[in-house]
T-cell receptor, first 112, second 114 residues
Framework: GEDVEQSLFLSVREGDSSVINCTYT??????LYWYKQEPGAGLQLLTY?????DMKQDQRLTVLLNKKDKHLSLRIADTQTGDSAIYFC????????????FGPGTRLSVLP | NAGVTQTPKFQVLKTGQSMTLQCAQD?????MSWYRQDPGMGLRLIHY???????DQGEVPNGYNVSRSTTEDFPLRLLSAAPSQTSVYFC?????????????FGPGTRLTVL
């Protein structure tokens, strides 16, 4: 089956930039997503990128897509303690594109 | 709008018991799905539905049943609970034809099977 991979842990100091990386396998995915999960909560969509784009910026978030290498990254500028959470990369699959394949999640810890 | 709601929030079952996890959405979304979340494995799709009366299997459907009699509700049934079904279960919904396919997630049900 399809596989989405991420490193499991990342620690950064408050104020630094965080970069979370993801590799995916399905080159036909139309959209790629980043979701955030805070403790005890469901998943919240952070941002997404259309597959014909290389980069998308949204305030402190920058998404980079390298379609050739099937590599997706999420950069969080000026990381704050409130950014501590698990971040999931996902690609959409299936006839309607609504079946998501998620990575294992990267737990971001922001140190004061 | 309440969004996507799930009940119960927590449940403990004994092996062999059955139960139904409830999911409802008030956004008139056609598409609904169930995922389970296990440590280090992300979310895996159990079953999904593209509209009332239509359901299909995802990646890990064994041991679970679903039905979709209304647009709003998409219950997940565990027929005979097993310890391997200990997990956190998330329901999600979206517009079937939305360009960006954004899925909205419920808060989750944490299930423990003893």
């Amino acid at each position: 089956g399809e596989d989405v991979e991420q490193s499991l842990f990342l620690s950064v100091r408050e104020g630094d930039s965080s970069v979370i990386n993801c590799t995916y396998t399905d080159s036909s995915s139309t959209y790629l997503y980043w979701y955030k999960q805070e403790p005890g909560a469901g998943l919240q969509l952070l941002t997404y990128i259309f597959s014909n784009m290389d980069m998308k910026q949204d305030q402190r978030l920058t998404v980079l897509l390298n379609k050739k290498d099937k590599h997706l990254s999420l950069r969080i500028a000026d990381t704050q303690t409130g950014d501590s959470a698990i971040y999931f990369c996902a690609e959409s699959m299936g006839n309607y594109g609504q079946n998501f394949v998620f990575g294992p999640g990267t737990r971001l810890s922001v140190l004061p | 709008n309440a969004g996507v709601t799930q009940t119960p929030k927590f449940q403990v079952l004994k092996t062999g018991q059955s139960m139904t996890l409830q999911c409802a959405q008030d956004m008139n979304h056609e598409y609904m799905s169930w995922y389970r979340q296990d440590p280090g494995m992300g979310l895996r799709l159990i079953h999904y539905s593209v509209g009332a009366g239509i359901t299909d299997q995802g990646e890990v459907p064994n041991g679970y049943n679903v039905s979709r009699s209304t647009t709003e509700d998409f219950p997940l049934r565990l027929l005979s609970a097993a310890p391997s079904q200990t997990s956190v279960y998330f329901c999600a919904s979206s517009f079937r034809t939305s360009g960006d396919n954004e899925q909205f997630f419920g808060p989750g049900t944490r299930l423990t099977v003893l």
